[in-house]
């Protein structure tokens, strides 16, 4: 069984920074594209970045210049590198991959539990 697991989320001022990782465990072979969303209370979930096995990386607008997506092939992570945070960017941040390659076939469309980001003003 695979899963994912988000941390790094807390309480900061604005302007701060954080640094969330997500790890993908179980028997997995490959992973396609990793991706940060977000969600808050009664909006829809919305797409922050993501990130290729070969590093090309997408933005939202609104983050681009602030936030940096990485990954580490080698240890199924993903990092979300968050700097200049403002009261805006509070959410919960989940961790997303489209397809992964594992010991038992294909698993498509997983999803992390969240980690909550709150910025203080």
């Known amino acids: 069984q695979v899963q994912l697991v988000e941390s790094g989320g807390a309480l900061v001022q604005v302007g701060g920074s954080l640094r969330l990782s997500c790890v993908a465990s179980?028997?997995?072979?490959?992973?396609?594209?990793m991706g940060w969303y977000r969600q808050v209370p009664g909006k829809q979930r919305e797409l922050v970045a993501t990130i290729d096995r070969s590093g090309t990386t997408n933005y939202e607008d609104s983050v681009k210049g602030r936030f940096a997506i990485s990954r580490d092939n080698a240890k199924n992570m993903m990092y979300l590198q968050m700097n200049s945070l403002k009261p805006e960017d509070t959410a919960v941040y989940y961790c997303?991959?489209?397809?992964?390659?594992?010991?038992?076939?294909?698993?498509?469309?997983?999803w992390g539990q969240g980690t909550q980001v709150t910025v203080s003003s």
């Open positions: 179980g028997s997995i072979f490959t992973i396609g594209v």
């Open positions: 997303h991959v489209d397809r992964m390659t594992t010991s038992r076939g294909t698993v498509f469309n997983s």
